[in-house]
């Protein structure tokens, strides 16, 4: 790794740990053994590292997002596709989603977090357009942010976490249970939908 791309990588776990307020550049650079200025020489603020910190995972859902609009003439066969390119998007980038999920109230006005929330609203969107009721968007709403939620715990260490390949499955099944009544035409549905 390069020193950016370290200072990156150690910014990104004490954000997700500490929290972005609670963390200083000193403490980050004191994390990799270098000095404040040479993290400065890299970047300019702790927003600045905050942001490269959090691109490529904002840059990985908004590819994810880009292809919703060619999945929607064949959503059954598309489903399972997407909800593993979410759920392994979400679990890559664990660290980037605990950082948007328990700070983003804290940080509104960060230009990173954001673009992160104009993400969010991107997906609401599609599953607005999408949904054939309330009750599908909501239930797609709780699995999807339920998913995020659990990912953005696992830099928690006060408890145990699942093996991560039993995880992904688990959460790729229980969001497919969760969205199959949103893909399935109107006419296969029991007609309950509030």
Do not use: W
């Not at 997700?16 to 000095?35: C, E, H, K, N, P």
């Not at 328990?102 to 599609?126: F, H, K, M, W, Y």
Request: charged residues 20%; hydrophobic residues 50%; proline residues 5%.
């Amino acid at each position: 790794m390069t020193t950016r791309d370290t200072l990156v990588q150690a910014a990104l776990e004490r954000f997700a740990r500490f929290g972005y307020l609670g963390s200083s550049i000193q403490q980050i650079a004191d994390d990799v053994g270098t000095s404040k200025s040479s993290v400065l020489y890299h970047f300019d603020s702790k927003e600045a590292l905050l942001e490269a910190a959090m691109a490529p995972a904002l840059d990985a859902l908004a590819t994810l997002i880009d292809a919703l609009p060619q999945l929607r003439d064949d959503k059954v066969s598309a489903a399972p596709a997407l909800v593993t390119g979410f759920v392994d998007t979400l679990m890559q980038h664990s660290a980037a989603v605990s950082i948007f999920i328990s700070q983003r109230g804290a940080l509104q006005q960060v230009p990173v977090i954001q673009r992160g929330n104009e993400i969010v609203d991107a997906i609401a969107r599609t599953l607005v357009l999408e949904a054939p009721s309330t009750r599908v968007l909501t239930r797609l709403s709780i699995g999807l942010a339920g998913v995020a939620f659990i990912l953005g715990d696992a830099l928690d260490d006060s408890h145990e976490h699942p093996d991560p390949a039993e995880m992904r499955e688990i959460l790729i099944d229980t969001l497919l249970e969760l969205c199959m009544p949103a893909i399935v035409p109107a006419a296969a549905t029991t007609g309950r939908d509030a």
